[in-house]
């Protein structure tokens, strides 16, 4: 480990699972975006826990077996949600946070029985053919937030979601400066090839959801 990582501080924060088991997530304490979890992380990994996809009085889980790509994945909170459910999972994200995303796929893997984990960079608007065939299911929170990135992030959405490719996307809606341009610029971009389904409050779950944060099922759109 280089000496600057061995020096970098953690603290955990604790999300607790539908079964009573805790997904233990490791933050820094200095550092850029990627390096805390968001509130729309942990309203995105509940959200796959929703009776939609998990109830057991019906035996359902549509996580189990399926391929899952986290765009963004900073901590990983989402990516190892699913996994934990049953999903076939690759979080990704810059180099940089190759160290904090392996840390805490170590620190659960206790969790993920049935699934699996692995995180891989990817920069988006380049090759993804890493990840082919399309995945399942996309799963991105608040990556929505730099004016740079979003004609890169609609790229590597175009390039990595195929006709049965359900893509979830959870952001926080943030009114300050640039950030409303930024959504509506993304959203502008997206619309071209993609539809757009807002998921409703009352599906998403009760204890982890506010007016704020929004979560979208986007699909693309056939030619």
């Given amino acids: 480990m280089a000496e600057h990582e061995s020096q970098i501080q953690y603290f955990i924060r604790k999300l607790e699972k539908n079964d009573g088991s805790c997904l233990k997530l490791k933050q820094c304490y200095m550092g850029d975006v990627g390096c ?3 509130d729309a992380a942990i309203a995105l990994a509940k959200y796959l826990e929703t009776k939609q996809f998990i109830d057991t009085s019906k035996d359902l889980n549509a996580w189990a077996g399926k391929k899952v790509v986290e765009l963004g994945a900073g901590t990983g909170a989402v990516g190892l949600m699913a996994a934990t459910l049953g999903a076939h999972v690759f979080v990704t994200d810059l180099e940089e946070l190759g160290t904090l995303l392996n840390l805490n796929i170590q620190e659960n893997l206790d969790l993920v029985n049935k699934g699996s984990i692995t995180a891989k960079v990817l920069k988006w608007g380049e090759d993804v053919s890493d990840f082919m065939p399309h995945p399942h299911y996309i799963l991105m929170a608040d990556c929505i937030y730099y004016e740079q990135s979003v004609v890169p992030l609609v790229e590597t959405l175009k390039l990595l979601a195929g006709p049965e490719t359900c893509i979830i996307c959870c952001y926080e809606q943030r009114t300050e400066g640039i950030n409303p341009k930024i959504e509506e610029r993304f959203f502008e971009f ?13 599906q998403q779950d009760p204890d982890f959801s506010c007016p704020e ?9 056939l030619e």
């Fill in 213 to 221: 944060i929004h979560i979208l099922h986007i699909r693309k759109k």
């Fill in 36 to 38: 805390v979890v968001w």
């Fill in 190 to 202: 997206l619309k071209q090839s993609f539809s757009i389904e807002e998921i409703p409050l009352d």
